[in-house]
Every structure is written in C-alpha cells, then in structure tokens.
C-alpha cells in the first residue's frame, strides 16, 4: 500500500487559515482516490473532503463546504488541504487516506480507505 506522511498541521487563532499536505510515496499516486478525516477528542473519526484521481471531481463534508479546499498534484505525489475561516470547532486530528482505484463518491465512511498516515494537530483557539 501506498506509504503516506501529513504535515502542516499547528495552532491557530479563529478566523485563521492552515495549509495541510500530505506526502505519498511511490510511482502510482494518480490512481489513487486521495481523503481528509479528521477526529477530535472523544469522537468518531469523520469525513472531511476527498479529490479523485485526475483531480476534476472533488467532495466535501458540509461542515467545511465553502471554507475549505482540497487539491493535489500527481507529478509531486502530495495532496493538500487549504483550511480557511477556521472554527473551534474544527480542531482535530487530520489523517490523509488514500483507496487504489476507488469510484468517486459525494461523501465517505472510514472503511473505504485502506491507507492512512499518521496524522496532523490542528488546534483553533477563540
């Protein structure tokens, strides 16, 4: 499987914005479908927003629709998560997944991914 590495993760004031990325080794990152999942204390890990193969299609959990945006770049093998307008609310641990070959979908459940880095800190303060 697919080795993958998060980064940029960190503490941030409400209304701040945080730039994530995530590494991933190998030579076939373009056939992945590539995610974000995120969990706080004491709760369920949760989809965030995930970008298909080409990049053309991407989805996004409704609780950051419009605040967030997720991108990749099949020639470096990363992916990254640009946060905006952050909430407290928002603080989690972020995990970047990844699923070989994996039909698009308009929202995910932890179980569709198969690799997973180890995670990012991201702390909002008020």
């Known amino acids: 499987q697919v080795q993958l590495v998060e980064s940029g993760g960190g503490l941030v004031q409400a209304g701040d914005s945080l730039r994530l990325s995530c590494a991933a080794s190998?030579?076939?990152?373009?056939?992945?479908?590539m995610g974000w999942f995120r969990q706080a204390p004491g709760k369920e890990r949760e989809f965030v927003a995930a970008i298909n193969w080409s990049g053309a299609s991407r989805a996004y959990a409704d609780s950051v629709k419009g605040r967030f945006t997720i991108s990749r770049d099949n020639g470096k093998n990363t992916m990254d998560l640009q946060m905006n307008s952050l909430k407290p609310e928002d603080a989690a641990v972020y995990y970047c997944a990844a699923k070989l070959q994996m039909a698009f979908r308009l929202t995910y459940s932890l179980t569709d991914f198969d690799s997973w880095g180890q995670g990012t800190q991201v702390t909002v303060v008020r």
């Open positions: 190998g030579r076939t990152f373009s056939n992945y479908v």
